[in-house]
C-alpha cells in the first residue's frame, strides 16, 4: 500500500509559479516512478509528467514542456511539479500517481496508487 498526499496548490496570476509537492508513504513507495496528472471541469484527466524511481528519466506533456519541471527528493520522499510561465488554461485539479512500470507512464492504466489532488486554478 503507497499512501500519496498532494500539497502547494492555489490561486496565481498568469506568468506566475506555482510547486506542488506529493508526499509518499507506505511499501517500496520508493521504488515507484511517479507520474503527475491533471483534471479540469469537464474534461478528462490527463497525463502532465512522470519520474523514474531513480529520478534520471523524466517525460512530460507536450503542453508543459519548457515550462513544468518534475523533480524527485528519495530521502523526503517527495515528488514535485515546478510550474512556471502558468496559464489559465493550466487551471485543473492536479493529481499524483505511482506505477511500478518503467514505461508507459503517460497512461492512466500503468498507475496503481493515486492522490486527493489539490486544485491550481490561474486568473487571467
Known amino acids: 500500500q503507497v499512501q500519496l498526499v498532494e500539497s502547494g496548490g492555489g490561486l496565481v496570476q498568469a506568468g506566475g509559479s506555482l510547486r506542488l509537492s506529493c508526499a509518499a508513504s507506505?511499501?517500496?513507495?520508493?521504488?515507484?516512478?511517479m507520474g503527475w496528472f491533471r483534471q479540469a471541469p469537464g474534461r478528462e484527466r490527463e497525463f502532465v509528467a512522470a519520474?523514474?524511481?531513480?529520478?534520471?528519466?523524466?517525460y512530460s506533456a507536450d503542453s508543459v514542456k519548457g515550462r513544468f519541471t518534475i523533480s524527485r527528493d528519495n530521502a523526503k520522499n517527495t515528488v514535485y511539479l515546478q510550474m512556471n510561465s502558468l496559464k489559465p488554461e493550466d487551471t485543473a485539479v492536479y493529481v499524483c500517481?505511482?506505477?511500478?512500470?518503467?514505461?508507459?507512464?503517460?497512461?492512466?492504466?500503468?498507475?496503481?496508487?493515486w492522490g486527493q489532488g489539490t486544485q491550481v486554478t490561474v486568473s487571467s
Open positions: 500517481a505511482s506505477t511500478p512500470y518503467g514505461t508507459g507512464w503517460y497512461s492512466m492504466m500503468k498507475y496503481d496508487y
Open positions: 519520474i523514474s524511481w531513480s529520478g534520471g528519466s523524466t
Open positions: 507506505g511499501r517500496a513507495s520508493r521504488s515507484y516512478a
